[in-house]
């Protein structure tokens, strides 16, 4: 008899779950790595901020639930037109302050090969 004889399930499953997994890592590897970044001029059409938080989730383990905490951290986001698309930019806080819709901005940008869209990586005045 061997190990995996008693329940083939669990060994099937434990091979899939692992299998997914190391597919989602190598779909993003191949969708986002490497990629070319280019200059463009982009248009603020928009201003967001998120407030820092914290959010509570409970797990279970053992038999008894654990409440545990994340912290979220403040984000300063502007939303951006580039040519006739749409994407969004993380800034800091004094670009965010001094930027006001319709200012015109420098953007660093990225396509993702699988999915198309565009990535800001870097935006300044």
Same mark, same amino acid.
């Not at 008894?64 to 994340?70: G, L, T, Y």
């Not at 302050?97 to 999915?115: A, E, G, S």
């Given at each position: 008899?061997?190990?995996?004889?008693?329940?083939?399930f669990?060994?099937?499953?434990?091979?899939?779950?692992?299998?997914?997994?190391?597919?989602?890592?190598?779909?993003?590897?191949?969708?986002?790595?490497?990629?070319?970044?280019?200059?463009?001029?982009?248009?603020?059409?928009?201003?967001?901020?998120?407030? +820092?938080?914290?959010? !509570?989730? $409970?797990?279970?383990?053992?038999?008894?639930?654990? =409440?545990?905490?994340?912290? #979220?951290?403040? *984000?300063?986001?502007?939303?951006?037109?580039?040519?006739n698309?749409?994407?969004?930019?993380?800034? +800091?806080?004094?670009? !965010?302050? $001094?930027?006001?819709?319709?200012?015109?901005?420098? =953007?660093?940008?990225?396509? #993702?090969?699988? *999915?198309?869209?565009?990535e800001?990586?870097?935006?300044?005045?």
């Amino acid at each position: 008899m061997t190990p995996y004889s008693a329940n083939p399930f669990i060994y099937i499953f434990c091979v899939v779950a692992v299998g997914a997994v190391l597919l989602y890592y190598a779909y993003g590897a191949i969708d986002r790595t490497g990629l070319e970044i280019t200059t463009s001029v982009a248009t603020v059409t928009k201003k967001q901020y998120n407030k +820092s938080g914290r959010s !509570y989730y $409970t797990t279970i383990s053992g038999g008894q639930a654990w =409440v545990q905490s994340k912290e #979220t951290p403040e *984000t300063y986001v502007v939303v951006l037109d580039v040519g006739n698309e749409r994407t969004a930019g993380i800034v +800091s806080k004094d670009l !965010y302050d $001094t930027l006001q819709v319709n200012d015109t901005v420098q =953007v660093k940008l990225r396509r #993702t090969r699988i *999915t198309g869209r565009l990535e800001a990586v870097e935006v300044t005045r």
